[in-house]
């Protein structure tokens, strides 16, 4: 049973520090999404990456958000230094492309910044 | 830019009963996607149905089944016989057929199952 996973599955920091979230997304799959849930905005789209190449971030607040995807079986989603606003669900989906294809979500990633 | 509406934050239903959560959106293109989302509270997102536009026929999967309306942009998800696991969060997302890929949320819909 292919699945995104994703790790940790809880992450609680104070404010400052580095979070690295992972995610390795299904085999053989070339898209890869971050999204985050937050209350007051829902989910929303961060980055997404094609073949490794990063296609679209202009959702993510570029002084303090990093991601990227070393090979094709991981991909990093870094905040530094982190605030308490960062406190959200963080979801990695992938799926096979072409457009339209869809997308299936890991189980997330609960970060508080303290 | 495209927007994705849910007007019902929350619903109830009886179990074994049927339920329809409704779901507009905005857009100016002709080629997209829809897709209803499931997320229990174990946060898990879990594809329940997905909907090409230039498809007329609406997609079923089981007891859950669409009410696409292409030219009203609408898009209701029915769910027949509802059983307790239906007890969820539902996501109508939108996916443009050219360019960005990205997902486009509405604010998800609270349904409840009442035994």
């Known amino acids: 049973d292919a699945r995104v996973t994703q790790t940790p599955r809880h992450k609680v920091t104070e404010m400052g520090q580095e979070v690295t979230m992972r995610c390795q997304p299904i085999l053989g799959h070339n898209t890869v999404f971050w999204y985050r849930q937050t209350m007051m905005q829902g989910l929303e789209l961060l980055a997404y990456f094609r073949n490794r190449a990063p296609l679209d971030d202009s959702g993510m607040p570029k002084d303090r958000f990093s991601a990227e995807m070393p090979d094709a079986t991981l991909a990093t989603l870094k905040i530094q230094p982190s605030e308490p606003r960062d406190s959200a669900v963080y979801f990695c989906?992938?799926?096979?492309?072409?457009?339209?294809?869809?997308?299936?979500f890991g189980p997330g990633t609960r970060l508080t910044v303290l | 830019a495209q927007t994705v509406t849910q007007s019902q934050p929350e619903m109830s239903v009886q179990e074994a009963e049927t339920v329809t959560l409704s779901c507009t959106y905005d857009t100016s293109e002709s080629d997209y996607y829809l897709f209803w989302y499931k997320q229990p509270p174990s946060r898990q997102m879990i594809l329940v149905i997905r909907?090409?536009?230039?498809?007329?026929q609406n997609a079923t999967e089981n007891r859950f089944s669409v009410n696409f309306q292409k030219a009203a942009k609408s898009f209701s998800l029915k769910i027949s016989d509802s059983q307790l696991g239906d007890a969820a969060m539902y996501f109508c997302a939108y996916r443009s057929g050219e360019g960005a890929q990205k997902l486009v949320f509405g604010q998800g819909t609270r349904l409840t199952i009442n035994p």
């Open positions: 909907q090409e536009a230039y498809k007329q």
């Open positions: 989906a992938s799926g096979l492309g072409p457009v339209g294809d869809t997308q299936y």
